[in-house]
């Protein structure tokens, strides 16, 4: 499909992506008018309620709001994603474009590391490196931007291999352009679209994993809503009160499910399978 | 050159891997902060004592030093001792290896029973609504968090409806089977998303090909087309999709046992990185990382036995 006639009619799977998205985006950029309630205030006379009509998704053991805590929660998670995928993304990109491009001892040399990063467990690694830096969301984010970039960089060399043999690459060089232009010019935004579309399903394994490690207690820290928290404090009640639990985990599904449907569509729309 | 003539070579090439786990673990444990003989002796431990307890485990020598000692013990295949457990690191993994070796098998034996007969469904109803239904619920399972779902069908299947065990592993086969099922079932129904859209992928190709319509042609049956011809050809490229999976699954243990109380190795690793017992961290980081490597590697061999076409 060109380009012109993918604009022209956007995929319903796409729609329906970027409907969810824009929901829960608008949910974090308007939590303080749109919850019902301040997410850490604690209720005492209305602890462990399930839900009703006053409070939808019920209240946790503190007397918490647990629609509240979801809404202000999409604040962190969205952030974590965003943040998870972006310093991967442009790391990688650049390391996998000098190794395609340059080849040689550089690129021996980082498909070697990248070899070795793939060999470790990827949370065994994740919670080495939080472990040296202690908890907290930079942490997460810095132990993410050490270990994601390698899929950036291995989808992104494999292109630029491809595409510097290409006749517009050969052209550019002839023409005398620095290699820099060649690279960055030329050969990167057309090697970058299956990154873009990785990007999303990236995005999907960041906040499963941001979540993962904040329901390990070594993330976010309380009181702070969090998804990924909120799961682990609904854990100790879960034959009681399973609300705590359902609906945090929910959201994380939904969002995920988002970032999904736009990989997905995205990946059509360019003609990239993964 | 042979078709399995990279089985020879293939392993050397594992050596700079293995060597860069090494050095990239012992440097990571060497970071995490606090000193594990202080951790292992309390508040109000005696300097001598701590010295003690340096010098018993070398942690007193330089640190180029150790990282010396940690290879050559490696090559004799040792692994020191754990700070905490006081017994030799091999023999405490070789206890936590059976609970993660058959929670990953049977992760996966699972996945491949759920993914295979829904791809086949799908792929042979393409573009009717049980493909979009099918295509729709897996897409939702991809963003299901392990231990979210683990903690769900907990709830389901055995505060509810009491069938299956919560936690722990038990004695007897049947015992471990039960326990493992719940755990196995969380994994599997990530793990099998994951496989379904690839395998469906494959078959719809296969169902289309050449070798399927020739098959038509003689008058076969389409079931046997399909189990003949478009299943095992579908396959080979999910086997190694399977793989960088199993690495994941690996990983995703840790989380699992956690919530499972399954004493396996993740949740040592989990107890080991939070006691500063350096010698077991080391040990089941470099046990995954090599479990990984392995598990690549046969499925490199697998791939190459299902299609001949395919030379590595």
Known sequence: MSGAAATRRLSPTLLVGLGILGLFALAALAAPVIAP?????????????????????????????????IIFGARVDLQMAAIGVFFPFVIGTFIGALAGFFGGLVDAVLMRLIDIILAFPFLVLMLSIIAILGPGLSSFYIAMALVGWVSYARLIRAQILVLKTADYAVAAVSLGFSKPRVLFRHLLPNAVAGSVVFCMSDAVLVLLSGAAISYL?????????EWGIMVAEGQAFLSQAWWITLFPGLSIVVLAFGFSLIGDALGEMMGVHE | MHRYSFILTRPLQFLPVVFGVSLITFILVRLIPGDPARVLLGARATPTAIANIRAQYGLDEPLWLQYFYFLR????????TSIVYKIDVLRLIATRIEPTLALVVASVVLSILIAVPLAALAARHQGRPIDHVIRIVSTFGIGFPPF????????????????????????????????????????????????????????????????????????????????RHVLPNSIAPS???????????????????????????????????FSRDYMVVQGVAMVFACATVMVNFLADIATVAADPRVKL
């Open chain 2, 73 to 80: 013990n490696l090559l004799h295949g040792e692994m020191g």
């Open chain 1, 217 to 225: 207690g070594l993330g976010v820290q309380p009181p702070t809503a």
């Open chain 2, 239 to 273: 086997i190694n999709l399977l793989a960088v999976n199993i690495g994941w699954l690996i990983g995703g243990t840790v989380v699992i046992e956690s919530i499972f109380a399954l004493p396996g190795m993740g949740q040592l690793l989990v107890r080991a990185i």
């Open chain 2, 148 to 227: 979210w779902l683990g903690l769900m069908l907990i709830i389901l299947l055995a505060v509810t409806v009491p069938i299956f065990p919560v936690s722990g592993y038990g004695d007897t086969l049947f015992q471990k089977l039960a326990h493992l099922f719940l755990p196995a079932l969380t994994i599997a129904l990530s793990l099998s998303t994951v496989l379904l859209r690839s395998l469906r992928a494959a078959m719809v190709d296969w169902l289309k090909s050449d070798v399927a319509t020739a098959a038509r042609a003689r008058g076969v049956p389409e079931s046997v087309v399909f189990w």
């Open chain 1, 37 to 69: 309630y301040d997410p850490i205030y604690q209720e005492a006379t209305a602890r462990l309620q399930p839900p009703s009509f006053a409070h939808p998704f019920g209240t946790d053991n503190f007397g918490r709001d647990i629609l509240s805590r």
